[in-house]
């Protein structure tokens, strides 16, 4: 069984950065494919960027150019790091590969 943690989230003023970062735990030898969502207050939850073993990323239209996600294979760790922030940017950001992460919020000033 696995277990995510995410952390790193916090209060940013738009046009700033966060990195975030979700470690994982458990019964598992190497991540597979590993996903940050976001949900945002009254709205669905939103695929922000993908993650392969490859290595091979994905991103939403909204955060391309803006965020980028790695990994840590040897850390079990994948990261997002989240420049030129907006305030639109603001949600609970999670993890997931497979299992759920509790989530992190980001809030992003105006």
């Known amino acids: 069984q696995v277990q995510l943690v995410e952390s790193g989230g916090g209060l940013a003023q738009a046009g700033g950065s966060l990195r975030l970062s979700c470690a994982a735990s458990g019964s598992i030898i190497r991540l597979n494919v590993v996903d940050w969502y976001r949900q945002a207050p009254g709205k669905q939850r939103e695929l922000v960027a993908s993650?392969?073993?490859?290595?091979?990323?994905n991103y939403a239209d909204s955060v391309k150019g803006r965020f980028t996600i790695s990994r840590d294979n040897a850390k079990k760790t994948v990261y997002l790091q989240m420049k030129s922030l907006k305030p639109e940017d603001t949600a609970v950001y999670y993890c997931?590969?497979?299992?759920w992460g509790q989530g992190t919020q980001v809030t992003v000033s105006s």
């Open positions: 997931a590969t497979g299992a």
């Open positions: 993650i392969l073993s490859s290595g091979s990323t």
